[in-house]
């Protein structure tokens, strides 16, 4: 038992950031890296939790609860209360409910650690959306390189098959880019070494 709430959300928060650092460790095993020296000792997080409440009657569009977007940070774990709403959107362009199981959380890849993996892991696109009558809650914990440390694709990472994808970049400057584009190519546009010309019409997150 807890003595207050804040006691909860501290253990729940400090459990989910080694979940976290564990997911990473072993994908960044998975590719033959030592995870310590690439990502671990430059790591932070922080935890955040989420209401969605129900849109008011008669619904406006969809019931938005928020907007389509890929995470910027490297890796997010996501659980919820029993009101599903989240949804991915495959390469199609179609939007598929992420149903999570009661208890179970889900995990799902940033633009950041696309680049650290030039290009292997995708972020999903996502959004929340509220159709029913019961107000949605939501946690995520959201692990990012810390302000000053340097995003780079490793060495053993790249070969013929896969050419450098990405510059080096510290994960504040890309965040920074994108508060103030707000694009969802963000990360091919400030890191990319086969972006399209800047200014080019394309979608935003905001869409
Ligand atoms: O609340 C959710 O299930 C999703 C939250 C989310 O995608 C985010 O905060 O980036
Ligand atoms: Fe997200």
């Excluded at 460790?25 to 955040?48: I, N, P, Q, V």
């Excluded at 963000?186 to 399209?196: D, I």
């Amino acid at each position: 038992m807890y003595a207050n709430c804040s006691e909860a959300v501290k253990e729940m928060s400090g459990k989910m950031q080694e979940l976290n650092l564990v997911i990473m460790k072993m994908l960044f095993t998975s590719y033959g890296l030592d995870a310590d020296e690439h990502h671990a000792a430059d790591t932070a997080s922080y935890f955040r939790l989420m209401k969605y409440k129900v849109p008011p009657s008669p619904t406006p569009a969809d019931g938005i609860g928020l907007v389509a977007h890929t995470d910027k940070n490297t890796l997010t774990i996501l659980g919820q209360n029993d009101v599903q709403g989240l949804e991915i959107q495959p390469k199609n362009g179609s939007w598929v409910p992420a149903v999570i199981p009661d208890g179970a959380f889900i995990a799902i890849v940033g633009d950041t650690l696309k680049a650290w993996s030039n290009g292997r892991l995708h972020p999903v696109r996502h959004r929340v959306v509220i159709r029913g009558e019961e107000e949605r809650y939501s946690w995520g914990c959201f692990l990012m390189p810390k302000d000053d440390s340097t995003v780079a694709v490793a060495d053993q990472l790249v070969d013929g098959d896969h050419p450098l994808m990405y510059r080096p970049f510290t994960y504040s400057d890309y965040l920074s880019y994108f508060v103030h584009n707000l694009s969802d190519d963000a990360l091919e546009l400030y890191a990319g070494f086969s972006s399209p010309p800047v200014g080019e019409s394309r979608r935003t997150c905001m869409d």
